[in-house]
């Protein structure tokens, strides 16, 4: 079970960024994906996370209105589209699965590595 978490750089306030996580080694249908963030010097947080069954989703009031999480399970990939983004949002970050929006939410068992995310004029 592999994730690989791309798409961050650097972009100026109110840009735009995609990130992607694609999945190898296994179905990504049948598991729930968050997305995670860590700025220097802060705990890591919750962002976003999307059901494996009825694509319900979750938002962190801080990028609610600003992100969109979608998955594309065609092409085994799940994506966090992240609009008017803010200096606050600078931070790596990091997608996760699990069989549950529960488990996903809190201890999920599948990391994949980070993608630095840089909001600076």
């Known amino acids: 079970v592999q994730l690989q978490a791309s798409g961050g750089g650097l972009v100026q306030p109110g840009g735009s960024l995609r990130l992607s996580c694609a999945a190898s080694?296994?179905?990504?249908?049948?598991?729930?994906i968050g997305w995670f963030r860590q700025a220097p010097g802060k705990e890591r947080e919750g962002v976003s996370c999307i059901s494996s069954s009825d694509g319900s989703t979750y938002y962190a009031d801080s990028v609610k209105g600003r992100f969109t999480i979608s998955r594309d399970n065609a092409k085994n990939t799940v994506y966090l589209q992240m609009n008017s983004l803010k200096p606050e949002d600078t931070a790596v970050y990091f997608c996760a699965a699990d069989t549950s929006m529960e488990q996903v939410t809190t201890t999920p068992r599948y990391w994949g590595q980070g993608t630095q995310v840089t909001v600076s004029s």
């Open positions: 080694g296994f179905t990504l249908d049948y598991y729930a």
